[in-house]
């Protein structure tokens, strides 16, 4: 079936610092890929949609030049956290359309603990 | 615009037991409805994805069905173990492709 690597699975850093987050489809293209970002006991928070070839469209009030999203190609979309703060510190996840035909399903990464201390 | 509910919140029961998790949406023009389980601090897993013209799909131990009709999906497990212990998630596509979720069902299945 179809899967989605995402790494790092855990990162610490400083505040102030920057921290890049992969997302890679390994055996297909996604021409769409999505982030979330999952607080304790909660549901996921979609961040925003990440076109390849294209700007990312950012759901109201996530800050794009704080999360900023690449997706340079067909299996890879990048989350940069910049000028991280405590508040940042969260649960990341981000997930690839698989489209087969007429048809299509999501499949999601394992997930960035991220922690800004 | 799609609405999707999950009750129960929680759930728990004994190990062996047949058990049955819902969904309902609110737009019957569903383009497909996808079960997710997630275990604590983990992404999620793809259960079983039931396209708009499919009923139901089949997965060992697990069934998913779908009622455009009457807006619900259900997912059936059979037997549960204490490893089907976690939460959850059914999830629909809106017309933009992003995921519409539910709240989420934690599943609790004691030894």
């Known amino acids: 079936g179809a899967v989605v690597s995402q790494h790092p699975s855990r990162v610490i850093c400083k505040s102030g610092t920057s921290v890049k987050i992969e997302c890679r489809s390994l055996?297909?293209?996604?021409?769409?890929m999505f982030w979330y970002r999952q607080f304790p006991k909660k549901s996921l928070m979609l961040m925003a949609t990440s076109n390849e070839g294209s700007k990312a469209t950012y759901e109201q009030g996530v800050e794009k030049d704080k999360f900023l999203i690449n997706h340079a190609s067909l299996t890879l979309s990048t989350l940069t956290v910049t000028s991280a703060h405590p508040e940042d510190s969260s649960f990341y996840i981000c997930?690839?359309?698989?489209?087969?035909?007429?048809?299509?399903?999501?499949?999601f990464g394992s997930g960035t603990r991220l922690t800004v201390v | 615009k799609q609405e999707v509910t999950q009750i129960p919140a929680a759930l728990s029961v004994p190990e062996g037991e047949n058990l049955v998790l819902n969904c309902s949406f609110t737009d019957s023009a569903i383009y497909n409805l996808q079960w997710f389980r997630q275990d604590p601090g983990k992404g999620l897993t793809s259960l079983l994805l039931i396209q708009s013209s499919q009923r139901e799909q089949t997965s060992g131990r697990l069934n998913a069905s779908l009622d455009k009709s009457s807006g619900r999906s259900t997912l059936y497990i059979a037997a549960s173990q204490p490893g089907d212990s976690a939460t959850y998630l059914c999830a629909s596509p809106s017309n933009t492709g992003k995921l519409i979720f539910g709240q989420g069902t934690t599943l609790q299945v004691k030894p």
């Open positions: 997930s690839a359309r698989e489209i087969k035909g007429t048809n299509y399903g999501y499949t």
């Open positions: 055996d297909f293209q996604a021409t769409t």
